[in-house]
């Protein structure tokens, strides 16, 4: 039997369509479901949207559409870009799916008859011109930042999760990697978060008409995460049969960036614990992508769009280029003129140029044999040079530590190992002096190079790896110029 993998994302909210930032988190998770597949993993790979809140119903408001027409029109975008960069997924979840729906109700009157979810008084702070809460994070200098207006403290009848008394288990679950959290760091960060305590959470609001209502009392609607948290079950077309949870639950890795760890390793689990569902294997929180140094985000205006890469680059050069941003878990910044730089250096002058100049070498060799295969005479005195298991452990071991960085800077030592050992060898003077028995040695290494380079690459690039595979076999009608350098700027 295969091993089973299942690996989500966060669902985005559906009013924010997706930018570079975003596009990191799914491209991430693309690269590892892609990799456990070639391993032979049975993989499952969920994405979806967030759609419920009272922003969407204000966005939706304002341009004289229903939420529901909204939240139809932005899945829509989503789906679009997630298929222009070549994801992957087994799934798209929406959490206005009338089955998810369905199950977050169920267990909202579970967690209500268990006695877990009890009425009590909100109070925060309330944009009047939002008609929203805003948390305090959302406030830039203790201002609304759409309308550059202080909010007023405002107190409503609301209901709780006793997510406090769920702080020890926890703590022992996390600490003991019951629970992994990665990087270490993040871990260390939520231990800390731990000790300080954990309160009680509001999950419902009065005024959002837009959610699912609570089965105890409709005139509330649950608020976001509660409602969020269970598409990781019902995107695997789980329908809240406590009995029979779907044969990919537990998730084996839930990838995401910083922000939502915290939620994720405190009020996630509760609930499931609550539930007497068991947890997800893994958690690991990726840095911010910034742009220009300044936090990518749409309300700043600061966004590259992965379509516009694309444009520029091709969609596998923006995968490579975006998984090459930062050592995976770090904060990370893209400038256009960096993204062409590396760009240039690393696929047009690096992997391009590689795979053009041993094609052609192959064929000058046909023309001067008149042969059409490398072959080996004598299959004994083929030594192969190059120390490609070592490359491919390294490359095995940082995929198993979800180095996606580091992954790739492995797959490039190699490339310009390759680069030095053409150098070295020069078989374009081997053609010229006829030297066949050591051409054919040397190419026969750089073709099997080849075909190593083309399975490593091909979780991260997959449309240049099989580029690559239709050139070494020779049935590309002509040779592809598989990055062409890129000179201008946006
Ligand atoms: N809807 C919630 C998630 C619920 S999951 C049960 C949410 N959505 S989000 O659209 O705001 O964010 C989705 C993911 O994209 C988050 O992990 C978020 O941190 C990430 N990113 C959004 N902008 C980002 C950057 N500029 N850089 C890296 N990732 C960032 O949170």
């Known amino acids: 039997m295969n091993k089973k993998f299942y690996l989500t994302t966060p669902i985005y909210y559906v009013n924010d369509i997706p930018h570079l930032g975003s596009a990191y988190t ?41 939420p529901q027409q909204l939240c139809n029109a932005n899945t829509e975008i ?5 298929h222009s960069l070549n994801i ?4 798209f979840i929406r959490t206005t799916d009338p089955k998810h729906k369905e199950v977050v109700k169920k267990v909202l009157q579970i967690l209500w008859e268990k006695g877990l979810i009890y009425e009590g008084i909100y109070e925060g702070f309330y944009c009047l011109a939002c008609e929203q809460y805003k948390t305090k994070g959302e406030l830039i200098n203790s201002k609304c930042p759409q309308h550059q207006k202080k909010p007023i403290l405002l107190k409503e009848k609301s209901y709780f999760f006793k997510l406090s008394q769920f702080k020890d288990k926890l703590k022992r679950i996390i600490a003991t990697d019951q629970l992994e959290i990665k ?14 305590g954990l309160q009680d959470i509001s999950i419902s609001r009065q005024k959002v008409k837009w959610g699912i209502p609570l089965p105890f009392d409709q005139r509330f609607t649950t608020y976001v995460w509660l409602d969020a948290f269970f598409n990781y079950l019902t995107g695997l077309g789980w329908q809240g049969d406590f009995k029979e949870l779907p044969e990919f639950w537990p998730a084996d890795l839930h990838l995401m960036a910083k922000d939502i760890l915290r939620v994720h390793t405190t009020i996630w689990p509760a609930l ?17 992508i910034t742009l220009n140094n300044q936090k990518m985000s749409k309300t700043v205006g600061n966004v590259i769009y992965p379509e516009e890469m694309i444009e520029k680059f091709g969609v596998d050069a923006s995968r490579y280029l975006i998984m090459s941003i930062a050592p995976f878990g770090q904060d990370g910044n893209v400038s256009w003129q960096e993204l062409t730089e590396k760009y240039n250096a690393d696929l047009a002058n690096g992997l391009g140029n590689l795979v053009a100049r041993v094609l052609a070498m192959v064929e000058k060799r046909k023309v001067e044999k008149g042969e059409s295969k490398v072959k080996i005479k004598d299959q004994k005195i083929v030594q192969y040079p190059l120390p490609v298991t070592g490359y491919k452990n390294r490359y095995e071991k940082a995929l198993k530590n979800l180095q996606l960085y580091e992954t790739l800077k492995i797959i490039w030592q190699f490339i310009s190992y390759l680069d030095k050992y053409i150098e070295q060898e020069k078989p374009w003077i081997l053609v010229k002096e006829r030297k066949f028995d050591k051409l054919e040695k040397v190419l026969y290494t750089l073709i099997q190079s080849l075909k190593e380079i083309i399975f490593l ?5 997959p449309e240049t790896a099989e580029k690559i595979r239709r050139g070494v076999r020779g049935e590309a009608e002509r040779r592809e110029i598989l990055f062409p350098k890129v000179v201008k700027l946006p």
């Open 26 to 66: 799914t491209i991430a998770a693309d690269v590892l479901a892609r990799y456990h597949r070639l391993k032979r993993r049975k993989v499952f790979f969920l994405v979806g949207t967030d759609e419920h809140g009272g922003k969407i119903e204000e966005a939706a408001e304002r341009i004289g559409q229903t």
């Open 78 to 82: 989503f789906k679009k870009t997630w």
């Open 88 to 91: 992957s997924y087994d799934n």
């Open 183 to 196: 990087p270490v760091e993040r871990k260390n960060e939520v231990l800390k978060i731990l000790e300080q």
């Open 272 to 288: 499931l614990l609550a539930l007497d569902i068991p947890l997800p294997k893994k958690i690991f929180a990726h840095g911010f």
């Open 457 to 461: 690459i091909q979780p991260f690039m």
